[in-house]
């Protein structure tokens, strides 16, 4: 038996790929998530309140969604509905993390795949690479930067955010900050199409190449949205089966009768399951389950999608385009929010804190993120988080097989199953802090 | 051009963004590793190592060992490489036991005991601590400018107005919604300590109506002694602004949120440690 380990870079955190085969035959194909923190343990005792600024810490490039959904299991434990306008607020933390984990995805992580390089910050071996490089480089960090703004405007904070509090948020957006980051927003809007255009087309350039999208084996899918346009997060989590139907609908607090969640032994992350059965969650699930969004650029790369790949589409590269498409939602629906006033009424309302068990629900970049606290006497004795990345690892694992059966053959191992390994990873964007956490 | 590495162990990758938010180095400085963006197996020779995270695994202690060897300078960024960060908050025996026991994996790094800072294994030649630094602080500890002036204090940074007629009793919880845009936490009854926090960071989770915890660590004038001088001058700030009970006080800041931060140069490192000096803190 050959064992062949594939180390990971360009995607967040520690992970390795590890596949066994036997003349030519795929016995396994791992994927390894090696570090762990156990914030399960380590919040055991906090007091409650503590918990929204504790868990953002969880991870530097998902802490809104971590931030946003311990908030929330506090207001579910405490039964808290917030005010309208803090929900808006919420929401425009939620676009600035989307902004910014698309863009990081799509033109740091995914793009040097498509063109050749080690990374982003490569001088590239030829000219018009060079050329290519130069041009998008710049632009995509403007693109990402604008999100990482978002975030500070209306998270307080631009990695760990703090301004989500129980009841609400500590404060709106003046008029003259919401309409500076809207110019922001309008002027990058453009830049990033173009570099949207620059990356459909690379990917096709690639789909030609290596003749594949990609593990297009049909597949469950989750995630918790709304209607496009108005809401990216839902309070129900839905589940879509193989042939595109909607099969499966419930809150956060009924998850463990709905998904199978089970430890393995080869990894530090879990894995979750629809009853079994492999599903996909992040952009992918989301673009599959959404409709229409009434904006105008939005629909127009959704037509294109749906168009050219079918509804629900399965291939795993497609991930990449379908987290595209979700940048530009992510900076037109800000754009229109902003145009809203966003400090003319209250942000918040008192309560009272109370025991028992809160559930917090927040569609992350990845996917569907759950925290769970039971809190006795003000203090947090149990806690669980249910990571997006997780609902995604045996989708991982069986693409991952689908390229090594595509490259190993008996005596054999074709060097492009090096690149593809990476491909297909970085198609999910697994975040293994999460994941572990 | 200076050409830099950036090594990141157990963390939460915080810092790195931070890093790009930056973007003024990709024309001052060579990027030669950094896994997150590059695909690159080893550290090469560079002449700063920026580590962030903590030494959570045998596999994190024996990349940090290499990659220093390679490194003029090794600068250690973030509350985790700085102390273990929050992982450290598992530390009480009764948890650290039973993850420990549950955390055991086939073929995976082992997991070390505890989370350890980099400076008990390796030699740190600067701090860069923050939750995560802020971008201007990362550019200025690459350009190691000695003309960059950082705020003495969070305090200094924040100058919310101090309200003289209003001394709360009880301190208010860390998620009360409701907050006056420009009155001094202190007064409002917020367990704030960026009177003695380390500026630099724009004071950004003040301004934004959230009480300072401290990722930045003691300023100056308490990096060199003992946590509990940065503690009695909290003490001292709260009983000059407020009628709050010291045992009230004192509970709060040992409350994980805080003692997170407030223990970040402490005695983690056991007895006998040198203390950081203040002229190796950004």
Known sequence: ?437 | MKRFAVLQLSGCSGCEIALLNAEEWIDQFDLEYMTLVMSAYDVPEVEVLLVSGGVRTEYDLYKLRRAVRKADQVIAVGTCAISGGIANLGERAEVNDVFLTNAERLHLPDLLPSCRPIDIEVNVDLYLPGCPPTPELFMAVLHRSPEMKIARSVCQECGLKKAREMRPTHLLGFQQGEVLPDVCLINQGYLCIGSSTRGGCRAMCTLAGYPCVGCRGPSDAFIEKESQSWFDSIHRVFSHMTDIPDEELDSALRSPQLSLFLFQFADYAGEGQAPRYKEQMV
């Open chain 1, 1 to 437: 038996m050959t064992t062949i380990t594939f180390p990971l870079s360009r995607i967040e955190g520690h992970a390795q790929v590890v596949i066994e085969t036997r003349n030519g035959e795929i016995n396994s194909a791992h994927f390894q998530a090696m570090e762990l923190r156990g914030f399960e343990y380590l919040v055991q005792g906090t007091p409650a309140e503590q918990m929204p600024v504790i868990v953002p810490r969880i991870c530097g490039v998902c802490s809104t969604a971590h931030h946003l959904a311990a908030v929330e299991a506090l207001e579910d434990a405490y039964e808290v509905t917030i005010p309208p306008l803090a929900g808006k607020i919420r929401e425009l933390m939620i676009l600035g993390q989307l902004i910014q984990n698309q863009a990081t995805s799509l033109f740091v992580f995914t793009l040097p795949d498509r063109m050749g390089l080690t990374s982003m910050f490569e001088e590239a071996a030829s000219d018009s690479a060079e050329k290519v490089r130069g041009q998008i480089t710049g632009r995509a960090l403007q693109v990402r930067k604008a999100g990482t703004d978002l975030i500070s405007l209306a998270g307080g904070q631009f990695i760990h955010p703090i301004k989500a509090v129980v009841g609400g948020v500590t404060s709106g957006i003046k008029p003259d900050e919401a309409a500076s980051m809207r110019n922001q927003l309008e002027e990058i809007l453009p830049l990033a199409c173009e570099l949207i255009d620059i990356y459909w087309e690379k990917s096709y350039q690639l789909r030609e190449r290596i003749g594949t999208w990609g593990d297009d084996e049909p597949g469950y899918y989750i995630a918790s949205i709304g209607g496009r346009e108005d809401n990216f997060y839902s309070d129900q989590i839905m589940v879509m089966a193989p042939e595109g139907l909607i099969c499966d609908s419930f809150p956060a607090r009924e998850f463990h009768d709905h998904l199978d969640f089970e430890e393995t032994d080869y990894s530090y992350a879990a894995r979750t399951s629809y009853q079994g059965k492999m599903m996909r969650a992040n952009s992918l699930a989301r673009v599959n389950m959404g409709e229409e969004s009434g904006l105008e650029h939005t629909d127009r790369y959704l037509i294109r999608f749906w168009d050219a790949f079918g509804k629900p589409a399965h291939a795993i590269l497609l991930y990449d385009l379908a987290r595209s498409i979700e940048l530009v939602y992510a900076i037109e629906r800000t754009i229109r929010i902003l145009h809203e006033p966003l400090d003319n009424e209250d942000t918040d309302v008192p309560y009272s804190p109370r025991d028992g068990d809160g559930y917090g629900l927040v569609e992350a970049p990845r996917g569907p993120l759950i925290h769970h606290y039971h809190i006795e006497n003000g203090l947090v004795t149990e806690a669980e988080f249910i990571i997006p990345t997780v609902h995604n690892v045996m989708a991982i694992e069986h693409a991952l097989r689908v390229a090594a059966e595509r490259y190993i053959t008996p005596g054999k191992v074709d060097m492009e199953l090096e690149k593809a390994v990476g491909r297909v990873v970085r198609a999910f964007d697994p975040c293994i802090a999460c994941a572990t956490h």
